[in-house]
C-alpha cells in the first residue's frame, strides 16, 4: 500500500513539473533545496503568480499523451480489433492474454497511482490557489485556472472509470500522508456513486459562471468550456448504459468486503445488477443538449458533391485545425510526427516505421458508395466473408480488375487508373481516406511512391510493416513530403460532433427498443442527424440504404446498423478498444483470428521492389488473439491489493 499512497496522495510539499520551464525537476526536495537566495517554500509558491501557475499546470498534466504516444502510453489503438501495430509494445500482452495482476500493461499511464497523483495535486490547488497574493494574478484568471482544474479532476476519474471500472472516489480530501498504512485502507465506491459524482462535477462546472461557452483564440481552444463538460457527460451516460455497466451479471458478485470503518460502502455491490433501461433516456438527453445547442457542425471543405469532395469531407476533420466540428483536444497542437512515422511506408524513404495498419475486419467494415449498404455481413468458420449481394460488393472479391482510383490525395496528383482488388472498389469515401492498401501509390507532397507489403518489397523489408497488409491513411498530412522531415500538425479531435450524433442515435433507438419513451422531436433528430453523417461523405441515408427496414420496428436491426457506422465514422480515434467492451461484444470481435492480406508471401523472383505478386492477395490470419470474460476491465496490481486489505479485485483477476 505504501507506493499506492504516495503517488496517490503525493507530498503536502510542491513536488511537481515546471511546464513552462526548460528544465524538470525529478523531485520534491531537489526543486526546494535551491540556493539559499532561490529558496521555495510550499508558502512562497501561493505569493507568485507564475509559480501559482506553474502549480496549476502541472495538476492539468496527468492525462498520457495518447496522441503522440499511442503505442507506448495508452493500449486503445494496438489492443483494438480495427487495428494491427506491429512493434513490440505492451497491448500484445493484452492481445494475447498475457497479462494478470502481477504484470499489469501500462500500469505508469493507465494505472490508478497516475491519475490519484493528479487528482491530489488538483485538490492541492484547489484549497490554496486564493492565497496568491501577487496583484498580477486577476480574479478572472484565477477562476478561470480553478474552474479547469475542477473540470480536470473529474475528467481523471471519468478516464479511470472506463479502464477499472468503480474507483476510490475522494472529494476535496487531502489524505494523511503520515497516517499509518491501515488507516489508509478504503474499499472503493460503486459504479453508480462515480458516475454521480463526475456527472455532477461536470454540471458544476457548466452552471459556473467562470466555465466559458467557447473559446475565441487559439491559446485557449485546448481548454474545456461548457460543452466540453457537457460531451464528457454525454459519453460517461452512454457507456453507463450499455451492457458492461448496465446489469452485467458477470459481476454480480463483485462486492465490497464487510467493513465497520466505512459502513456506506459495507458489503455493496460495486456494480449495478438490475438493467436499468431509463439509462438510455439519460444518455439520450445529455447527447441531446449538444445537438440541439447549435454550437458545433460537422465539418465539410466546401459546397461541392463530387467523390473528392466527399473524402475532403472527411480527411479535413483531422487536418483543419480547430474546424467547427471539433468540441475538445486535450493536448491540442501537437506535431503530427509520431503518428505519421508510424503509418508512412517505409518505401517513401527518410525517417520511416510504417507498421500501424487496419486489420482486415476493419476494411471489410465500410460501407459501398452507391447502395450505402455494408457489404460483409459476418463470416463463416473458415473467416470468409458472408456478402450482402444487395450491397453492390462483388462476390469475386479477390479478382483484380482496372478502375480508377477516386481520391487519389490532397496534392496535385490527379485521379489515377488503377489495377486493384474488386474488394477495394466502389467503397464510402472514408475507406479512401482512412486505409491504404498494398499495391497502391502513397502520395507525399507532390510525389507518390508506388508501394508493395509483400515479404521483401519496399515496405516490408524490415520488422516495420504492416502485419495486416494495409497501413492507415487518414493521419498523415499528405500535402507534406516526410521523406523530407515535413510532417505538419494535428488537432486530435478527442470529442467532436460526429461522435455525438452517434451516442444520440444509439441512445434513441435502444429507447425504442426497450420501450422507453423518448421526448418529442428526438425521433426525427435522430434520423436527421443520422442523415447529416451520411450525406456529408455522399452516402443514402440509412433507411434509404435499407428499405427493408422501419425505424418504427426495427430498432434492434438498426443498433446494429450504428454500431457499424460507428465503427468507420469513428475509426483510430481511440473509440474501437472502450466500445467493443461496454458493447460486450469484445470476446467474438478482440479475440480469435485477425486476418488482413499475406504479408509473408514473398516478391516474384526478378520483381520489382514496388511490385505485388498474385499470391499476396488472399485472406490470411496474421495473429490470433485471446479475450476473456476478464479482459473487460484492468485488475487492480496485486502491489496495491497487498497494500490495501479494503480494495476488490475486478472480476477475475
Wanted: with cysteine; net charge negative; glycine share 8%.
Amino acid at each position: 500500500m505504501r507506493r499506492f499512497i504516495h503517488t496517490i496522495l503525493g507530498i503536502p510539499a510542491a513536488c511537481f513539473l515546471l511546464l513552462a520551464c526548460p528544465v524538470v525537476m525529478s523531485s520534491c526536495d531537489e526543486f526546494l533545496d535551491k540556493q539559499e537566495d532561490e529558496q521555495l517554500t510550499f508558502d512562497k509558491i501561493w505569493l507568485s503568480r507564475n509559480d501559482t501557475r506553474d502549480y496549476w499546470l502541472n495538476a492539468m498534466s496527468y492525462l498520457p499523451k495518447e496522441t503522440v504516444n499511442f503505442s507506448g502510453q495508452v493500449p486503445f489503438l494496438g489492443a483494438a480489433d480495427e487495428c494491427s501495430i506491429a512493434y513490440d509494445r505492451d497491448y500484445r500482452k493484452l492481445n494475447f492474454g498475457t497479462w494478470n495482476a502481477s504484470n499489469v500493461p501500462y500500469s505508469t499511464y493507465c494505472g490508478i497511482a497516475n491519475y490519484y497523483n493528479g487528482i491530489r495535486e488538483c485538490n492541492i490547488f484547489l484549497q490554496n490557489a486564493d492565497r496568491c497574493s501577487d496583484p498580477l494574478l486577476t480574479r478572472d484568471q484565477l477562476n478561470q485556472w480553478k474552474i479547469q482544474t475542477r473540470f480536470m479532476r473529474a475528467y481523471y476519474y471519468f478516464t479511470m472509470m472506463r479502464i477499472y471500472g468503480p474507483i476510490f472516489l475522494l472529494g476535496d480530501e487531502l489524505i494523511d500522508f503520515t497516517a499509518t498504512t491501515e488507516e489508509l485502507y478504503r474499499p472503493r465506491s460503486t459504479w453508480k456513486e462515480c458516475v454521480d459524482y463526475v456527472v455532477s462535477e461536470m454540471e458544476a462546472c457548466i452552471a459556473s459562471p467562470d466555465m466559458k461557452d467557447s473559446w475565441v483564440n487559439d491559446s485557449e481552444y485546448g481548454l474545456a468550456n461548457k460543452w466540453v463538460c457537457q460531451a464528457v457527460i454525454a459519453r460517461l451516460l452512454l457507456y453507463d448504459a450499455r451492457p458492461l455497466f448496465n446489469g452485467n451479471t458477470l459481476y454480480k458478485d463483485v462486492k465490497n468486503p464487510q467493513t465497520p470503518d466505512f459502513p456506506e460502502l459495507s458489503g455493496k455491490n460495486l456494480f449495478p445488477t438490475q438493467f436499468d433501461a431509463g439509462k438510455w433516456l439519460k444518455a439520450a438527453e445529455a447527447a441531446y443538449k449538444i445537438i440541439n445547442s447549435g454550437n458545433y457542425s460537422l465539418y465539410r471543405s466546401g459546397t461541392g458533391t463530387t467523390f473528392k469532395d466527399y473524402c475532403a469531407n472527411y480527411y479535413g476533420i483531422t487536418m483543419e485545425h480547430w474546424n467547427p466540428e471539433i468540441i475538445w483536444s486535450c493536448e491540442g497542437y501537437v506535431t503530427r510526427y509520431n503518428w505519421g512515422v508510424s503509418c508512412v511506408p517505409t518505401s517513401i524513404g527518410g525517417i520511416a516505421y510504417g507498421g500501424v495498419g487496419p486489420t482486415q475486419q476493419q476494411v471489410d467494415a465500410y460501407p459501398m458508395n452507391g447502395s450505402g449498404r455494408f457489404p460483409i455481413t459476418g463470416y463463416d468458420k473458415a473467416g470468409g466473408p458472408r456478402i450482402d449481394l444487395q450491397s453492390g460488393y462483388e462476390a469475386d472479391e479477390l479478382a483484380m480488375s482496372t478502375w480508377t482510383y477516386p481520391c487519389s490525395g490532397w496534392s496535385t496528383q490527379s485521379d489515377f487508373s488503377i489495377t486493384a482488388l474488386n474488394m477495394y472498389k466502389d467503397r464510402d469515401p472514408r475507406f479512401y481516406v482512412s486505409v491504404f492498401f498494398g499495391g497502391n501509390s502513397w502520395i507525399h507532397g507532390t510525389a507518390k511512391t508506388l508501394t508493395s507489403f509483400a515479404k521483401g518489397a519496399n515496405a516490408n523489408k524490415t520488422h516495420d510493416y504492416p502485419k495486416p497488409g494495409y497501413l492507415i491513411n487518414r493521419l498523415y498530412d499528405h500535402t507534406q513530403n516526410s521523406a523530407d522531415g515535413n510532417w505538419g500538425d494535428l488537432v486530435f479531435p478527442d470529442f467532436r460532433l460526429a461522435e455525438v450524433y452517434l451516442n444520440f442515435i444509439e441512445s434513441v433507438l435502444e429507447c425504442k427498443k426497450n420501450g422507453v419513451s423518448l421526448p418529442a422531436g428526438y425521433d426525427d433528430k435522430a434520423k436527421e442527424v443520422w442523415d447529416d453523417l451520411r450525406d456529408r461523405v455522399g452516402l443514402p441515408s440509412i433507411l434509404t440504404s435499407y428499405p427493408e427496414y422501419s425505424w418504427n420496428v426495427n430498432a434492434a436491426e438498426l443498433i446494429e446498423l450504428c454500431r457499424r457506422e460507428r465503427r468507420v465514422e469513428l475509426a483510430f480515434e481511440f473509440h474501437r478498444y472502450f466500445d467493443t467492451r461496454t458493447w460486450m461484444i469484445a470476446r467474438d470481435t478482440d479475440g480469435g483470428p485477425m486476418y488482413g492480406m499475406d504479408t509473408t508471401c514473398p516478391l516474384d523472383s526478378g520483381a520489382a521492389a514496388n511490385s505485388t505478386p498474385a499470391g499476396f492477395w488472399k485472406r490470411t490470419v496474421f495473429e490470433t488473439r485471446v479475450f476473456k470474460d476478464n479482459h473487460y476491465l484492468f485488475p487492480f496490481s496485486q502491489r496495491e491489493l497487498d497494500r490495501n486489505k479494503l480494495l476488490t479485485q475486478n472480476y477475475g483477476w
